[in-house]
């Protein structure tokens, strides 16, 4: 089992910043890859942005390419989000997700095992 607690949501500006954290227990967190997903009211949860195992390879949504970088401490046991030029569209719930195998369609909910509990990510016009 790994347990994963999101931290860091609030309210924001558009056009300013905001860094979500999640940390890691249970099992050794290094031999996870790591994702981040977001969920809006009415809406299917959609990926953000996955991480590999060493923090190597990134991976990105289109729609926050340029503006979202995802990082990872294995010695914390931590993986980042940090949301740079936030829209109003950017408004969801944020989770993180941890997959013990790598698969093509990294971007699918399915291919996760452990999922945390959310955190709130609002952007005010």
């Known amino acids: 089992q790994v347990q994963l607690v999101e931290s860091g949501g609030g309210l924001v500006q558009a056009g300013g910043s905001l860094r979500v954290s999640c940390a890691a227990s249970g099992r050794t967190f290094s031999n996870y890859a790591m994702g981040w997903f977001r969920q809006a009211p009415g809406r299917e949860r959609e990926f953000v942005a996955r991480?590999?195992?060493?923090?190597?390879?990134?991976y990105y949504a289109d729609s926050v390419k340029g503006r979202f970088t995802i990082s990872r401490d294995n010695a914390k046991n931590t993986v980042y989000l940090q949301m740079n030029s936030l829209k109003p569209e950017d408004t969801a719930v944020y989770y993180c997700a941890a997959a013990l195998l790598y698969y093509s369609d990294y971007y699918e909910t399915r291919r996760y095992n452990y999922w945390g509990q959310g955190t709130q990510v609002t952007v005010s016009s």
């Open positions: 991480i590999s195992r060493s923090g190597g390879s990134t």
